[in-house]
Nanobody
Framework: QVQLVESGGGLVQAGGSLRLSCVAS????????MAWIRQAPGKEREFLGA????????GYPDSVLGRFTLSRDKDTNTVYLQMNSLNPEDTAVYYC??????????????WGQGTQVTVSS
């Protein structure tokens, strides 16, 4: 079992930045890919990228490429999502998820509770 707790969401003006955090706990965390996935009202979940135990974030979709960056602190078991140049279309609930396999969908075994990000115009 893996437990995930997100934080860092909030209200930000368009053009601003936020950094989301996801603290993981459980066993064998080094075997999991950690992903960020968001869901806006009335829309399907959108995969934002994932990161393994080592290496950079991968799989960024065009909608966030160059603006969002994943990173991982192994010492604190924390995964970050740095979000820059935010726009109102980024408004969503952002979820941290963990899975043994990399996936560009929402096919991850464990999920956090989500954190709301609202971008005002």
């Amino acid at each position: 079992q893996v437990q995930l707790v997100e934080s860092g969401g909030g209200l930000v003006q368009a053009g601003g930045s936020l950094r989301l955090s996801c603290v993981a706990s459980g066993r064998a965390l080094d075997t999991y890919f950690m992903a960020w996935i968001r869901q806006a009202p009335g829309k399907e979940r959108e995969f934002l990228g994932a990161i393994g135990w080592s290496g950079p974030g991968i799989g960024y979709p065009d909608s966030v490429l160059g603006r969002f960056t994943l990173s991982r602190d192994k010492d604190t078991n924390t995964v970050y999502l740095q979000m820059n140049s935010l726009n109102p279309e980024d408004t969503a609930v952002y979820y941290c998820a963990a899975g043994l396999m990399f996936s560009r969908t929402s096919d991850y075994e464990f999920w956090g509770q989500g954190t709301q990000v609202t971008v005002s115009s």
